[in-house]
């Protein structure tokens, strides 16, 4: 089923439901899904995905956003995932790579219904700090946080110190993660966001029944 929205993108919905015994998940770009969503949504009971394909026009919209030119692996299609309880949705999660000093660092961003960030985990880097980027401690500067937060100096992929602290004053390793959450915020909320907004419609309906 293709969904049309705006003149920006096409959003292809695949409208596929995975349990975690299942041995292969469609357009999964997810290393191990079955056990990284459960560590990241232990009462996850499934999940479903969502591809959205960035066009010209919406690379040029979001560079504006982020005032920083996009990577060649920031364009084309995006899978972004509904993850559930039972049929209910409970929160998403989207995998994206970031360029790192040592080649690209993968990081799962999961989000919260609301759209804050819940967690991240790293699932693959060969940067010389991954093991304090890894951390509770670095992790849980980032949780709460949201779209229009002040993770970077203005118009800069460095990271704001006065909002999140760097691990060990290392501002390289930090901005790595500080920019891609900007980041990954900006395109879900032009991609997904209203994927995200009927998500959380359905759970409080649901809360509310």
């Not at 693959?124 to 980027?133: G, N, P």
């Not at 390793?173 to 909320?189: E, F, M, Q, V, W």
Request: with cysteine; charged share 30%.
């Amino acid at each position: 089923m293709i969904i049309k929205f705006n003149r920006y993108f096409l959003l292809v919905v695949i409208a596929l439901f995975f349990s975690f015994d299942t041995a292969i998940a469609a357009i999964c770009a997810l290393r191990v899904p079955d056990r990284d969503v459960y560590r990241l949504f232990p009462e996850a009971t499934g999940y479903k995905s969502v591809v959205a394909e960035l066009d010209k026009k919406g690379r040029e919209e979001i560079e504006e956003l982020l005032g920083q030119s996009l990577e060649l692996n920031d364009i084309g299609i995006f899978t972004f995932y509904i993850i559930l309880k039972e049929d209910l949705p409970i929160g998403f999660i989207h995998p994206h790579a970031e360029r790192g000093t040592y080649g690209n660092v993968e990081i799962i961003w999961a989000f919260n219904l609301d759209g804050s960030i819940k967690d991240y985990l790293i699932q693959r880097s060969r940067e010389r700090e991954t093991r304090e980027l890894k951390s509770e401690e670095f992790r849980s500067r980032f949780r709460r946080k949201r779209l229009g937060d002040p993770f970077t100096i203005t118009n800069s992929r460095d990271i704001n110190p006065d909002f999140i602290r760097p691990i060990n004053g290392r501002k390289r390793p930090s901005s790595i993660i500080a920019y891609g959450a900007k980041k990954i915020l900006t395109i879900d909320n032009f991609l997904f966001g209203e994927v995200m907004k009927a998500a959380r419609e359905k759970a409080l309906k649901a809360k509310e029944e």
